[in-house]
């Protein structure tokens, strides 16, 4: 009986020395954990502003441009869902950098009519609308509209959040060795796993500033800039924030006339009269054969096209069918989601729709230099082959 009780003793002694160790071990992890976070924490001040302090306070009201019209929506409706893509374009962390056109407004190179149901539904939700009562819209929708939308809702994280109507699928002291020893081992674990779940936590968030980023720049940020103008603003802070008018457009610094530059706003005639719409040139330059490329290639283009090409608002006018020029426009949006793998689903791949095969339809496809015939592969199949290359 001694022989065990000195054995067991001796067994207690060589946990608690190696239980000891182990929390040596767990205390440098820690430490190296906490030096990481305050490593990224200081790489998200690089780029970011901070919401989440007192010295900026993003403005609620939204005026966006979207693809030339605008729409008002409020900062907590299309943040509502705080781990999606449209969340992070909009959280006010970006709001430096974020693409603007002429009036301040931050600009999202989306047909309204793709984009605006989706604000509807994101608006009754954060005002407390039971989920199973919020459907979006899609039965009206023509098809190249539904398809948008879904490119919308693929593009901003939102498929399975949402309800699609139509089908579309959305988402005391140890008495005891025998204590001691089951009491230490809880404890140890409880120990491990909290360390463990705090790596996971720092790990996610990395990842998740990492995609952040990389969703801001597929937007058309400068990240190059953001890090200059989040510098500017944290050196200019001590002065009192004056809330903008239109989001961005009292701190978006020096970059405004690079993001305006970037942005085309068009005038056209259609069914109904005077048209309008906003693109990114990016969209036109998809097909490098075509006047419309050439005529938006430079990064000079406002300055040289003559001012009788525009309208009384400033916008360039295109003297095509109004109703086949925004159709078009739209199925360059689509190919230019694809293309860049905003929409990974493969659904806009496969069903991205054609032209019709109208005359006036033709007939502006033949102006403008553009064979159909050689951009309709999948955009898939491309990117496949450019990523062996």
């Given at each position: 009986?001694?022989?065990?009780?000195?054995?067991?003793?001796?067994?207690?002694?060589?946990?608690?020395?190696?239980?000891?160790?182990?929390a040596e071990v767990m205390d440098r992890k820690r430490q190296a954990l906490a030096q990481r976070k305050a490593e990224l924490q200081r790489r998200i001040d690089d780029f970011c502003l901070p919401v989440d302090s007192k010295d900026y306070t993003p403005p609620e009201l939204l005026t966006l441009n979207v693809g030339g019209a605008a729409l008002t929506v409020r900062r907590s409706?299309?943040?509502?869902?705080?781990?999606?893509?449209?969340?992070?374009?909009?959280?006010?962390?970006?709001?430096?950098?974020?693409?603007?056109?002429?009036?301040?407004?931050?600009?999202?190179?989306?047909?309204?009519?793709?984009?605006?149901?989706?604000?509807?539904?994101?608006?009754?939700?954060?005002?407390?609308?039971?989920?199973?009562?919020?459907?979006?819209?899609?039965?009206?929708?023509?098809?190249?509209?539904?398809?948008?939308?879904?490119?919308?809702?693929?593009?901003?994280?939102?498929?399975?959040?949402?309800?699609?109507?139509?089908?579309?699928?959305?988402?005391?002291?140890?008495?005891?060795?025998?204590?001691?020893?089951?009491?230490?081992?809880?404890?140890?674990?409880?120990?491990?796993?909290?360390?463990?779940?705090?790596?996971?936590?720092?790990?996610?968030?990395?990842?998740?500033?990492?995609?952040?980023?990389?969703?801001?720049?597929?937007?058309?940020?400068?990240?190059?800039?953001?890090?200059?103008?989040?510098?500017?603003?944290?050196?200019?802070?001590?002065?009192?924030?004056?809330?903008?008018?239109?989001?961005?457009?009292?701190?978006?610094?020096?970059?405004?006339?690079?993001?305006?530059n970037d942005i085309i706003a068009i005038a056209f005639t259609d069914v109904l009269g005077h048209g309008a719409l906003s693109t990114r040139r990016a969209t036109f330059l998809q097909f490098r054969a075509s006047p419309?490329?050439?005529?938006?290639?430079?990064?000079?283009?406002?300055?040289?096209?003559?001012?009788?090409?525009?309208?009384?608002?400033?916008?360039?006018?295109?003297?095509?069918?109004?109703?086949?020029?925004?159709?078009?426009?739209?199925?360059?949006?689509?190919?230019?989601?694809?293309?860049?793998?905003?929409?990974?689903?493969?659904?806009?791949?496969?069903?991205?729709?054609?032209?019709?095969?109208?005359?006036?339809?033709?007939?502006?496809?033949?102006?403008?230099?553009?064979?159909?015939?050689?951009?309709?592969?999948?955009?898939?199949?491309?990117?496949?082959?450019?990523?062996?290359?």
């Amino acid at each position: 009986m001694e022989a065990d009780a000195e054995k067991q003793a001796h067994h207690v002694a060589a946990t608690v020395d190696a239980v000891q160790n182990i929390a040596e071990v767990m205390d440098r992890k820690r430490q190296a954990l906490a030096q990481r976070k305050a490593e990224l924490q200081r790489r998200i001040d690089d780029f970011c502003l901070p919401v989440d302090s007192k010295d900026y306070t993003p403005p609620e009201l939204l005026t966006l441009n979207v693809g030339g019209a605008a729409l008002t929506v409020r900062r907590s409706a299309v943040t509502h869902f705080p781990d999606s893509p449209l969340a992070w374009m909009f959280s006010g962390r970006w709001d430096h950098v974020l693409p603007h056109d002429s009036k301040g407004r931050p600009f999202l190179d989306l047909d309204v009519s793709w984009f605006k149901p989706i604000a509807g539904a994101l608006h009754a939700l954060s005002r407390g609308t039971e989920p199973h009562e919020v459907v979006v819209p899609v039965a009206h929708l023509v098809h190249d509209d539904r398809l948008g939308l879904r490119a919308c809702a693929e593009l901003f994280g939102l498929t399975e959040a949402l309800r699609f109507e139509g089908g579309v699928k959305n988402m005391a002291a140890l008495q005891a060795p025998a204590d001691a020893l089951s009491r230490t081992q809880q404890w140890l674990a409880q120990e491990v796993d909290a360390l463990a779940a705090a790596e996971r936590a720092l790990q996610q968030r990395s990842e998740r500033f990492a995609h952040e980023c990389a969703f801001m720049r597929g937007r058309g940020a400068d990240m190059d800039a953001a890090r200059e103008r989040a510098r500017e603003w944290q050196q200019q802070r001590s002065t009192p924030v004056q809330q903008p008018e239109h989001c961005g457009s009292a701190i978006s610094g020096g970059g405004a006339a690079d993001d305006t530059n970037d942005i085309i706003a068009i005038a056209f005639t259609d069914v109904l009269g005077h048209g309008a719409l906003s693109t990114r040139r990016a969209t036109f330059l998809q097909f490098r054969a075509s006047p419309l490329a050439s005529k938006y290639a430079s990064e000079r283009w406002r300055d040289s096209l003559s001012a009788e090409a525009r309208d009384d608002e400033g916008r360039i006018y295109e003297d095509h069918d109004g109703d086949c020029f925004r159709r078009l426009v739209n199925i360059m949006r689509l190919r230019a989601l694809v293309r860049r793998g905003d929409c990974p689903s493969g659904v806009l791949d496969a069903c991205c729709p054609k032209p019709e095969a109208t005359t006036p339809m033709k007939s502006m496809l033949h102006y403008l230099m553009i064979d159909w015939g050689s951009c309709a592969a999948p955009w898939a199949r491309r990117r496949v082959k450019e990523a062996v290359r």
